[in-house]
T-cell receptor, first 110, second 110 residues
Framework: KQEVTQIPAALSVPEGENLVLNCSFT??????LQWFRQDPGKGLTSLLL?????REQTSGRLNASLDKSSGRSTLYIAASQPGDSATYLC?????????FGTGTRLQVFP | DGGITQSPKYLFRKEGQNVTLSCEQN?????MYWYRQDPGQGLRLIYY???????QKGDIAEGYSVSREKKESFPLTVTSAQKNPTAFYLC?????????FGQGTRLTVV
């Protein structure tokens, strides 16, 4: 059964730091990988999608990479801001459904 | 405005009652999903549908039912057989491997 682990579970950093969030899958047979952001009490907002033929995606200060051989993905957040405070979730699919990690709760303080 | 609309935002259920959560999308997506989110846990898949008039059980389907009579609608019924229904429920649709989420319904048993 596919399981997804996100490390760290929580992170608190001062504004301006560059951050690395990690996501790993027990089954490395992942077709596509998506990173989401979730604010408290809200739904998920899609940040980046890495399609099966790709290895990374970038959007603004965010960069996500996927190493299929190891079943690991990394989300980089450059120059973090207080507005980045949220829970970040990764999800991978290897059939027709997404499997989610438990998330990394990020707090960026001024 | 294209998107996924979940209603209501908050829902209270008495013991022994069935309740129905609404999910509507105007994105013209074929695939739709229902997830349950509990504190400290990742999203768990309840049911999903790849096409109208067809749906499949996810990992935690017991005590839930769905229908998919129209492409844009995928309602979820939480039946009295679901013994621990208090949770945050998220509906999603997907297109070209990218998932999009609604804002969620928080269900509480009173």
């Amino acid at each position: 059964k596919q399981e997804v682990t996100q490390i760290p579970a929580a992170l608190s950093v001062p504004e301006g730091e560059n951050l690395v969030l990690n996501c790993s899958f027990t089954d490395s047979a992942i077709y596509n990988l998506q990173w989401f952001r979730q604010d408290p009490g809200k739904g998920l907002t899609s940040l980046l999608l890495i399609q099966s033929s790709q290895r990374e995606q970038t959007s603004g200060r965010l960069n996500a990479s996927l190493d299929k051989s190891s079943g690991r993905s990394t989300l980089y957040i450059a120059a973090s801001q207080p507005g980045d405070s949220a829970t970040y979730l990764c999800a991978g699919d290897n059939t027709d459904k997404l499997i989610f990690g438990t998330g990394t709760r990020l707090q960026v303080f001024p | 405005d294209g998107g996924i609309t979940q209603s209501p935002k908050y829902l209270f259920r008495k013991e022994g009652q069935n309740v129905t959560l609404s999910c509507e999308q105007n994105l013209n997506h074929d695939a739709m999903y229902w997830y349950r989110q509990d504190p400290g846990q990742g999203l768990r898949l309840i049911y999903y549908s790849q096409i109208v008039n067809d749906f499949q059980k996810g990992d935690i389907a017991e005590g839930y039912s769905v229908s998919r009579e129209k492409k844009e609608s995928f309602p979820l019924t939480v039946t009295s057989a679901q013994k621990n229904p208090t949770a945050f429920y998220l509906c999603a649709s997907s297109w070209r491997n990218e998932a999009f989420f609604g804002q969620g319904t928080r269900l509480t048993v009173v």
